[in-house]
């Protein structure tokens, strides 16, 4: 069973870093493109990442470009997110989630989440 | 970037109903577009990849249909278990953007 589990998610201050964490099994991931997306209180959803399968292409929104950096370890079997530079507009709630096949952004399997709230 | 939008935002129907929703690119993304349901508190899960193509293990009541700018997901007999938010995405080219949602609620 495909199981993706993201942790690291708290409270951080405006301006603070926060690295989340997405742990995968059930499948193996280092044949698998992963995105990070994301999704504020009562608001839609957001891609925000992208990563190949051996980090040669990175893409990123630009609403993160700059602050965020996305990597992966296919040992550990793991994705990552190192927010930096956090703004009170990026408390969401955020999401790995695989790509079905090799077209970058067609999901077919999400984690349940980590909320990252920004305040003062 | 595409602009992804949907109509209705909400709808309100009957156990049993058949509902269609409606997404549209701002411009053509070929069957580069997927959909997902949402529940309350929950991920978000993949119901449709490639316009019309089911995700493994989603009910056969979920059909989708279009190409180019127009796509339509329709759930054929309302259940329970059905009533959600939906979004619409596509995956074109990056970044990927979402539809805002359609929410279904019962009547």
């Known amino acids: 069973e495909v199981q993706l589990v993201e942790s690291g998610g708290g409270l951080v201050q405006p301006g603070g870093s926060l690295r989340l964490s997405c742990e995968a099994s059930?499948?193996?991931?280092?044949?698998?493109?992963m995105n990070w997306v994301r999704q504020a209180p009562g608001k839609g959803l957001e891609w925000i990442s992208y990563?190949?399968?051996?980090?040669?292409?990175?893409y990123y929104a630009d609403s993160v470009k700059g602050r965020f950096t996305i990597s992966r370890d296919n040992a550990k079997d793991s994705l990552h997110l190192q927010m930096n530079s956090l703004r009170v507009e990026d408390t969401a709630v955020y999401y790995c989630?695989?790509?079905?096949?090799?077209?970058?952004?067609?999901?077919?399997?999400w984690g349940r989440g980590t909320l990252v709230t920004v305040s003062s | 970037d595409i602009q992804m939008t949907q109509s209705p935002s909400s709808l309100s129907a009957s156990v049993g109903d058949r509902v269609t929703i409606t997404c549209r690119a701002s411009?053509?993304?070929?069957?580069?577009l997927a959909w997902f349901q949402q529940k309350p508190g929950k991920a978000p899960k993949s119901l449709i990849y490639?316009?019309?193509s089911l995700q493994s293990g989603v009910p056969s009541k979920f059909s989708g249909s279009g190409s180019g700018t127009d796509f339509t997901l329709t759930i054929s007999s309302l259940q329970p278990e059905d009533f959600a938010t939906y979004y619409c995405?596509?995956?074109?080219?990056?970044?990927?953007?979402f539809g805002p949602g359609t929410r279904v609620d019962i009547k």
């Open positions: 059930g499948f193996t991931f280092s044949s698998y493109t």
């Open positions: 411009q053509g993304i070929s069957n580069y």
């Open positions: 989630a695989r790509d079905r096949n090799v077209w970058a952004g067609e999901f077919d399997y």
């Open positions: 995405q596509q995956y074109k080219t990056n970044p990927f953007t």
């Open positions: 490639g316009a019309s």
């Open positions: 990563i190949s399968t051996i980090s040669h292409t990175i």
